[in-house]
């Protein structure tokens, strides 16, 4: 995958060594992106790849970080230029733009569903989980590289649509999906846990007061993590955008734990 990568010409193999260089020596946001837009320039304008090669390289690339991430954990060596791509690599995809001739669709899938109450949630505690200790096999993954397929398209649907809605919310924040996850859970729980969400907000049926009850909590609910969570503070406080999109999510997350809540209790008196 490395070798189809390279002979693209996205990215020259200075341009990654300076960016890990400088990544590592724990230079800021703004000095590294100038080394990581010149490849998507190149992407995007200069070699003019026609949009089936942009696409191609695309999930290769994507492919590469994915499989490596996986693969850095369980090996006992290390391959440093392997090591060196992954990093490039995964400041560089956000930037890469292709044109997804189901972009429509997705953009209507996705504003359909919560991708927020995908994630963590701990349901006991102090308790043992008991492994299978016979003998068992894991399947691999498919080791051939993919690429662009016409008619065929080598993608998972959630994956598109948690990538899209990263890529279109969540470019500033550094937090990987996963901990974004957890996070989101983590303020639900701190608004379900606040003095004000029974009276004023469970059990509020006016929706305009629950709206300003809600967002008070989140107020209250954020500036109280903001030590913890400073970037996440950051862009809530500072970007408009985010701050919607975050605060819209609050809210279909707490409407679906109310009515979970309440078809567990109609079920318990039945």
Same mark, same amino acid.
């Not at 560089?92 to 927020?116: G, N, Y």
């Not at 068992?136 to 948690?162: A, F, H, M, T, V």
């Given at each position: 995958?490395?070798?189809? +990568?390279?002979?693209?010409?996205?990215?020259?193999?200075?341009?990654?060594?300076?960016?890990?260089?400088?990544?590592?020596?724990?230079?800021?946001?703004?000095? +590294?992106?100038?080394?990581?837009?010149?490849?998507?320039?190149?992407?995007?304008?200069?070699?003019?790849?026609?949009?089936?090669?942009?696409?191609?390289?695309?999930?290769?690339?994507?492919?590469?970080?994915?499989?490596?991430?996986?693969?850095?954990?369980?090996?006992?060596?290390?391959?440093?230029?392997?090591?060196?791509?992954?990093?490039?690599?995964?400041?560089?995809?956000?930037?890469?733009?292709?044109?997804?001739?189901?972009?429509?669709? +997705?953009?209507?899938?996705?504003?359909?569903?919560?991708?927020?109450?995908?994630?963590?949630?701990?349901?006991?505690?102090?308790?043992?989980?008991?492994?299978?200790?016979?003998?068992?096999?894991?399947?691999?993954?498919?080791?051939?590289?993919?690429?662009?397929?016409?008619?065929?398209?080598?993608?998972?649907?959630?994956?598109?649509?948690?990538?899209?809605?990263?890529?279109?919310?969540?470019?500033?924040?550094?937090?990987?999906?996963?901990?974004?996850?957890?996070?989101?859970?983590?303020?639900?729980?701190?608004?379900?846990?606040?003095?004000?969400?029974?009276?004023?907000?469970?059990?509020?049926?006016?929706?305009?007061?629950?709206?300003?009850?809600?967002?008070?909590?989140?107020?209250?609910?954020?500036?109280?993590?903001?030590?913890?969570?400073?970037?996440?503070?950051?862009?809530?406080?500072?970007?408009?955008?985010?701050?919607?999109?975050?605060?819209?999510?609050?809210?279909?997350?707490?409407?679906?734990?109310?009515?979970?809540?309440?078809?567990?209790?109609?079920?318990?008196?039945?």
């Amino acid at each position: 995958m490395k070798a189809a +990568l390279d002979q693209v010409g996205v990215y020259e193999w200075q341009e990654v060594e300076d960016f890990v260089t400088r990544y590592f020596a724990g230079d800021d946001a703004q000095a +590294l992106s100038p080394l990581v837009d010149k490849a998507a320039e190149r992407f995007n304008q200069q070699l003019e790849l026609t949009e089936k090669d942009k696409i191609d390289f695309k999930i290769k690339a994507r492919q590469f970080v994915k499989i490596y991430s996986q693969m850095a954990s369980i090996m006992p060596f290390e391959i440093i230029a392997w090591e060196k791509l992954f990093w490039f690599l995964k400041f560089l995809l956000p930037k890469l733009k292709i044109t997804d001739p189901d972009q429509d669709q +997705l953009d209507a899938l996705l504003e359909a569903v919560d991708l927020s109450s995908y994630g963590l949630e701990r349901t006991k505690l102090n308790h043992s989980i008991d492994l299978d200790a016979s003998p068992s096999e894991l399947d691999p993954q498919n080791p051939n590289p993919r690429g662009y397929r016409d008619g065929d398209p080598d993608k998972d649907p959630l994956d598109e649509i948690i990538r899209t809605f990263n890529e279109r919310w969540f470019q500033g924040w550094s937090a990987t999906p996963e901990e974004q996850r957890v996070k989101f859970i983590n303020v639900v729980n701190s608004i379900r846990s606040h003095p004000d969400y029974s009276e004023k907000y469970a059990a509020n049926t006016d929706p305009y007061t629950r709206e300003l009850a809600l967002d008070k909590m989140l107020q209250d609910v954020m500036l109280k993590r903001r030590k913890e969570e400073l970037e996440l503070y950051k862009l809530f406080a500072s970007d408009p955008a985010f701050k919607t999109a975050w605060s819209q999510s609050i809210e279909q997350m707490l409407s679906e734990k109310l009515d979970t809540e309440c078809k567990a209790s109609a079920e318990h008196v039945g």
